[in-house]
């Protein structure tokens, strides 16, 4: 469980869905007060997805993929989807029991009883939110699209909310976020095997009660489809939630929270310095420079190993991942879980993004260093104490660097040059939703195919001193 604990101290702000959290709190640091409003959002989302989920359901174009079976059941058998959705839940916690064991068990206490409430709700929600559409017929097609269209909006607010109240996970995603773990997969593909598994049980279960197929439609795809991209656009909306959530007390310290800004002892002569580089600048050999000149340590593949450690995974995993993107984006935000709140996913490279902030949190609250690339600028930008600065270069530079201190053929040099800094780019993008290497998230830009090392180096240099 050392991924799920990490999450549970981290936030996932650099995350695109959650990139306007603006701090790191533990649960028990929480005021009475702001739990109190936290978990009123928490309840109101509840609602508000299951008005959703009955809504695509009335539409009769099909349903949500965790919600089929308990529709299917429901219309052949004289209990209520909610009943069924309370069911479902049950033999999911049950799952989560089985594969947890004793040890893990102990371990998740607080999350396992969560589930149960919240269940319990979700079931009742979806009773009186069908019964209060129980007139709502659309008899068009167009209608009937339209209409599922419209709840997969309101589902996608609600998970919003949700993701905003960041209080509990529902058990469908909690138990691939466990089932991930013990497998060693992604939970992007997790949750395809879950939800495509779902369906065919729907569409057996219906084909034997009915001799026809009830609840898996071509809704169904829109709902799979349209949730996630409707709560990437509404999440940033929802900042005004974040605010008022927040203790006043807690949004004034937010600059002194040590994990993310550091410690507010007093620091030593120089700031924290952050080097963002183009592949082929020359930014591993500025940065050393740079540290030597100022006596501070230097960090950048050496973070690997540290990175190691925080996740539990071996360093060759975290080389691996460090700094790629492997799906595309719009696979991200359709299979993404969005669902949860985001600090509980597991996929590999948001979990060592998330483990990497941290390592790079830790490293600037214990004094001043040079931290190479890794979206540093970004996840340290609330900290007083640091330079932050770009270094890029011709092409033509940043080819001949690559053939000659990277070994790279000089037919693919400018070819190998292009695609991994695209790589970095869309890395950088996808956590901070900023543009790599814009000056507006710099102190200073250096071209290093104008300038020398030696430049450059004293500029920073006489920059941090003063």
Sequence with gaps: MKLLKLYKKLLLREYKCTQNKSEIMEPELRSKQEKLRRYFVFFVSLFIMSFGVSLVTRSLVGTSPISSVPYVWSINTALSMGTYIIILNAILIIAQLLMLGRKGIKES????????????????FIDITMAILSSWHPTAYYQQLISCVVGC???ALGISLEVVADVCMNSGEYVLHIASKKLKKEFGTMKIMFDVTLLLIAVGCSWIFAGRIDGVREGTIIVAILTGPMVRLIRPRLRFIDRWEEAP????????DSILVGDTKERETYPVITIGREYGSGGHEIGELIAKELGIPFYDNSMMEMVAKETGLSEQIVRDYDQR???SLLFEMIVKPHSLPLDGSLSMKDALFVAQSRVIRRLASEGPCVIVGRCSDYVLKDNPDCVHIFLHASPEYKAKRAVEEYGVSAEKASAVVSQLNNVRRNHYSYYTEQTWGDPHNYHAVFDTSKLSPETIVKSVSNMVKR
């Design 249 to 256: 007390t807690k949004r004034e310290d937010r600059l002194s």
């Design 153 to 155: 909006c309101i589902m």
């Design 325 to 327: 993107l492997p799906h």
């Design 109 to 124: 206490r607080v999350e396992l009883l969560m589930q149960i409430p919240v269940s319990l709700l979700f079931g009742v």
